[in-house]
């Protein structure tokens, strides 16, 4: 089996970015940098026009390892194991290419059609003469079970020739997006469910700094329960990079609605009191947006009509990236970057205990505003002990098998 040690790192958004294009491929090597530091092996991260290269130094490294992590990282379009001869001589390029072909693929059938791009053009010969002469070398040799087919071919053999010769022929999928941070940063409310987690992810990926704010109401809720977001956090950070998590203790603010206010507005006066704590956690940190993983008619809280009250509190923008997924598709997501098992774990979450029997649906707004007036000699007190009292824990990816 052929032992790759590089990798070729395509972007695609990232490429049409104008004159603020640097910003986001340092970006994007310094994540890649950051995103490869536990992983065995010593790798130098740079870039190129157009692309970037990940290159393992001496010594052993830990392939799978490192792809998987390249996997990971926001901005990342394709990744090609790519190998690298240190020549720009076309002969040896050519042995090259053809001993690469006999390793990486040993005894599998396929057709092929080979991509050759010079930077060199002083060359001997041009792009389509090189591409000609290593398929019939590929032929030659391999003809017995490989082909060629131009037109819809199973694998491409691209070799690009510039101050060495750039050899691959796989391409794996990335996450795609944008690098983290080149968008700005935001605050997401972070509940023990599937949804936010995912909604986390999705901000991420558009290349969103995350940073989330839990809302526990011990003793009615555990240890084990905000344990729990912790690691949702941890999970998350697997992709959005290291998250602040502002843990608030809600419990005097939700023991005083639910003595004071009617209860079928329990949840939504709740909502927006989390939405209001962490808007102000949010300026505190210079984000410039709220996320919630919210879903059009999920609950009760969730109708349009319970959004437009929520929603009231808050002067940020509030992004909801799930806004109009079902419940299935958000499952799909959570699945698939591994946060699923841990939301489906059964711990209390504070808006399920202190909840109605029968919710209001379709909440007026001047009735909401005007019942959570009966709040008014205690709240102040209360949400200033709720902001002051915060505990910001530091949530690192946490490390998978
Ligand atoms: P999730 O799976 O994200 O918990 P959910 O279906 O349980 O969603 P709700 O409990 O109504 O929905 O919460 C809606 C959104 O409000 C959540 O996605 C989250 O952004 C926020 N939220 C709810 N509870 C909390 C909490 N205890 N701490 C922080 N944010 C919360
Ligand atoms: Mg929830």
Redesign the pocket.
Request: charge should be negative.
């Given at each position: 089996m052929f032992e790759y040690r590089a990798f070729l790192i395509k972007y695609a958004e990232i490429g049409v970015k104008g004159k603020n294009r640097y910003l986001f491929e340092d970006a994007l090597v310094g994540q890649i940098a950051n995103a490869l530091k536990k992983i065995e092996g010593d790798y130098k991260v740079y870039k190129q026009p157009g692309r970037v290269f990940v290159e393992a130094g001496k010594g052993s490294i830990d392939y799978e390892g490192a792809l998987d992590a390249l996997k990971r990282v926001m901005g990342v379009l394709h990744i090609c194991p790519i190998y690298i001869v240190d020549s720009t001589d076309l002969d040896k390029a050519y042995e090259e290419v053809v001993n690469y072909i006999g390793e990486c693929y040993p005894t599998e059938s396929f057709t092929f059609k080979v991509m050759a791009k010079r930077s060199n053009k002083k060359m001997p010969k041009t792009s389509p003469e090189i591409s000609a002469d290593i398929g019939g070398l590929i032929l030659e040799k391999y003809g017995d079970r490989l082909s060629v087919d131009v037109k819809n071919p199973d694998k491409f053999i691209t070799i690009e020739l510039r101050d060495k010769a750039y050899i691959y022929s796989e391409t794996i999928k990335g996450e795609g997006g944008l690098p983290i941070g080149t968008a700005g940063k935001a605050m997401?409310?972070?509940?023990?469910?599937?949804?936010?987690p995912v909604?986390a992810y999705m901000m991420a990926r558009r290349g969103v700094k995350v940073e989330a704010?839990?809302?526990?109401a011990p003793p009615y809720t555990s240890e084990r329960a905000k344990q729990k977001v912790v690691d949702l956090a941890r999970l998350t950070a697997r992709y959005a990079g290291n998250i602040k998590l502002y843990v608030v203790n809600f419990t005097d603010i939700q023991l005083a609605i639910y003595e004071k206010c009617p209860h079928d507005e329990l949840t939504i006066i709740m909502?927006r009191y989390?939405m209001k704590i962490a808007e102000d956690l949010a300026l505190k940190d210079e984000c410039v947006g709220l996320v919630?993983?919210?879903s059009i008619g999920?609950?009760a809280?969730?109708t349009m009509q319970s959004l437009l009250s929520t929603n009231a509190v808050c002067s940020l923008p509030v992004y909801r990236p799930v806004i109009c997924f079902d419940k299935q598709d958000i499952i799909n997501i959570s699945q698939r970057i591994g946060t699923f098992e841990t939301?489906i774990l059964p711990f209390e979450?504070?808006?399920t205990i202190f909840v109605a029997e029968h919710p209001v649906t379709k909440p007026l707004l001047a009735k909401i505003e005007k019942d959570e007036k009966k709040l008014d000699d205690v709240i102040d007190e209360l949400y200033k002990k709720a902001v002051d009292s915060v505990e910001i824990i530091n949530c690192e990816p946490m490390e998978v098998e």
């Open positions: 997401c409310l972070l509940s023990g469910g599937i949804d936010s909604a704010v839990y809302f526990h909502r989390m919630t993983g919210e999920q609950v809280s969730q939301s979450d504070c808006c």
